[in-house]
């Protein structure tokens, strides 16, 4: 923690200052230097919780924190193998399927052309949060039964998004991964529930958020129990010209920041199949360490994002370019 303090402060103004925040933060040592002081705390996790003790003390004009003091959890954590339903270390990883599930037979058949395509997993998208209370919202809990065939179909994990903490028990009963969408990303009792699923969760970066408030939710997401984070980019487009699509910088920034795997979503950045397809392969190449992404053996027939769903065949060159193979 580094604090700035007032200019001209005096002496006796500096020394009450040292006194409070001894008396605030017991155990902290001060290192004093010319205009700021910095404040080490100990324990991880516990300047966080001080910066609202400090920053409206008298003589003090700003405090600052690092990404490691706010997220202890979520940064620094090395680069190590990711134990889960993916095996990051063998290459990209394509999760891929319609935006939502609908009718059975057609999740079904793309769902097994998907695997023979080069899919590592499969969207299982039950519930859909959508802007509009008219549009299609998923076909809900009786999908389940629909993805439970597919796995069993298929022998690849599920990946679902919970869009409410009553949802989560019933969901991680039957899907290997929970995703935690952009609009969702700050609904903090949603990401405890979902941490203490115990299962893999997947984290979408939210519109507009900072690289910070992106590692701030997967901190909630540690701190409550989750062993195994998954990041997502997913990029800030609204469809308006010369809006930005994947923020590529901010992805490697999450990848170096954490060791944790990041994904790109190369369907939502783009709102377009064929520009998804150009977005997929630079992702890749950027480094992201796979995708996840909307595809259908006929997106046309979509009632949500058939627009940005690409063909099985589209997917399938996208996966062979990138030398992506089944894993077991």
Same mark, same amino acid.
């Given at each position: ?8 402060? /005096? ?24 205009? +700021?002081?910095?404040?080490? *705390? !100990?324990?991880? !996790? ?6 609202? *003790? ?15 003091? $706010? ?17 990051? /270390? ?30 590592? !997993? ?35 994990? *599920? ?11 019933? $969901? ?24 203490? /699923? ?18 701030? +939710? ?23 010209? !010369? ?52 595809? +259908? ?30 894993? +077991?």
């Amino acid at each position: 923690m580094i604090i700035k303090t007032e200019k001209g402060l /005096s002496r006796d103004a500096l020394r009450l200052l040292l006194e409070k925040l001894a008396a605030r933060l017991p155990g902290c040592r001060v290192i004093r230097a010319a205009g +700021s002081l910095k404040v080490s *705390l !100990g324990a991880p !996790g516990k300047a966080g919780g001080a910066l609202a *003790l400090v920053e409206n003390l008298p003589g003090v004009a700003s405090v600052s924190l690092s990404d490691l003091e $706010l997220c202890p959890l979520a940064c620094a954590r090395g680069k190590k193998t990711f134990r889960g339903p993916f095996d990051f /270390s063998a290459g990209p990883v394509f999760i891929a399927g319609p935006c939502a599930v609908e009718d059975e037979r057609l999740y079904l058949d793309s769902a097994a052309a998907l695997k023979a395509a080069g899919a590592h !997993g499969l969207r299982a998208a039950l519930f859909k949060p959508r802007s509009s209370p008219y549009a299609f919202q998923g076909i809900g809990w009786p999908g389940l039964k629909i993805i439970a065939k597919a796995k069993k179909l298929t022998g690849l994990p *599920l990946v679902t998004e919970a869009v409410d903490t009553r949802q989560v028990e019933r $969901l991680a009963a039957v899907c290997d991964v929970l995703q935690i969408g952009a609009r969702n990303m700050r609904n903090y009792e949603l990401l405890k529930e979902t941490a203490a /699923s115990g299962l893999t969760v997947l984290l979408k970066r939210g519109m507009r958020a900072t690289l910070r408030e992106w590692l701030l +939710s997967a901190e909630y997401l540690f701190k409550y129990g989750a062993k195994k984070v998954i990041l997502c980019e997913r990029g800030d487009s609204l469809n308006s010209p !010369g809006a930005p699509l994947l923020d590529l910088k901010l992805l490697a920034a999450a990848k170096k920041l954490t060791g944790l795997p990041v994904l790109a979503d190369p369907s939502h950045a783009s709102r377009d199949r064929r520009v998804a397809a150009e977005l997929a392969v630079k992702a890749l190449k950027a480094g992201a360490d796979g995708l996840l992404m909307e595809a +259908s053996l006929d997106p046309m027939k979509a009632r949500v994002d058939g627009r940005q769903t690409v063909t099985v065949d589209v997917f399938r060159a996208i996966a062979g370019k990138f030398q992506c193979r089944p894993r +077991s």
